[in-house]
């Protein structure tokens, strides 16, 4: 059974970093595309990044490129976001999300087939 389990959310100070994990378990990130998405309230899913592991390319919104980091250890069968130089704006709740095998325009949240149950990200002084 495919289960992905975020962590890492919370409260940050604007300017502030954190840094986020998706533990994925029924599969191995080995070949697997990842991809981590936010929705704000009253806003539309937004893809954030995703790395492409058989590929070994990551991509990033325009509006997260300079600030966030997509990386994985395959031991733990673990991603993390790294998070840096955080603004109000980012404040959302984050999820990861995974395709089992390799997958181009992973940014598009409609390819992957599952989902973590997401961790709130609130940015505010």
């Known amino acids: 059974q495919v289960q992905l389990v975020e962590s890492g959310g919370g409260l940050v100070l604007p300017g502030g970093s954190l840094r986020l994990s998706c533990t994925a378990s029924?599969?191995?990130?080995?070949?697997?595309?990842i991809g981590w998405f936010r929705q704000a309230p009253g806003k539309e899913r937004e893809g954030v990044s995703c790395?492409?592991?058989?590929?070994?390319?990551?991509y990033y919104a325009d509006s997260v490129k300079g600030r966030f980091t997509i990386s994985r250890d395959n031991a733990k069968n673990t991603v993390y976001l790294e998070m840096n130089s955080l603004k109000p704006d980012d404040t959302a709740r984050y999820y990861c999300?995974?395709?089992?095998?390799?997958?181009?325009?992973?940014?598009?949240?409609?390819?992957?087939?599952?989902w973590g149950q997401g961790t709130q990200v609130t940015v505010s002084s």
């Open positions: 999300a995974a395709i089992l095998w390799d997958s181009t325009g992973c940014l598009a949240s409609q390819r992957y087939d599952y």
């Open positions: 029924g599969f191995t990130l080995r070949g697997s595309t």
């Open positions: 790395r492409r592991d058989s590929a070994r390319v990551t």
